[in-house]
């Protein structure tokens, strides 16, 4: 059967809606996670643990802007794949003030994250930058921003039941209290 390109369009609307958004956040911090719970890797022999919790951030960021209002094509031309500027719009749209530790965190793996690649972390050679503090922002963001995405997966799928919302909400809760019950510390 031959996709229409309503079907294309209903399909991306779906990928980039703010609960798909939400998802990909939360697994690709479980993936960050999960690498550094099962392969204890330096930071010299292998970058995937940091830059899969830094997309797991922008993620969660621009999770957040869509359930804002902000369209896929603002996210790419305004955002692009910018921690800082993600964050500064999120703020400007009234996201909770982040804890000193989560500002400090995006803005130290914000110069790693790039639109053309992630740059490699520069450290002392067998050494183990602590992903912990990637792993909390991410699942904080995550934390405060269930509720918008939620409100917005409801109004844009029709109106949903209190128990539905309540139930889809404690969900995605539980399932964040479990990946930040795992947080490593590397150091």
Known sequence: ???????????ESRRTAALALWRYGHDYLKAAQTLAENDRVTCNESQAPYHLAAQGIEFALKSYLRAKGMTPGELSARIGH??????????????ATPPVEVVRTIR?????????????????????????PLL???????????????????????????PAVDDMLRRMHTDLQLTASKTPTLQ
Do not use: K
């Open 1 to 11: 059967m031959q996709q229409t390109h309503g079907d294309d369009e209903s399909t």
């Open 82 to 95: 910018s921690l800082v500027d993600a964050l500064q719009e999120a703020l400007a749209r009234h996201l």
């Open 108 to 132: 130290v793996i914000a110069p790693h994250h790039r639109d053309d690649q992630f740059r490699y972390l520069a450290v002392r050679y067998g050494e183990f930058p602590n992903l912990a």
């Open 136 to 162: 909390a922002a991410g699942t904080w963001i995550l934390a405060q921003i269930a509720a918008d995405v939620v409100a917005d997966y409801f109004a844009y799928h029709g109106c949903g039941s209190t």
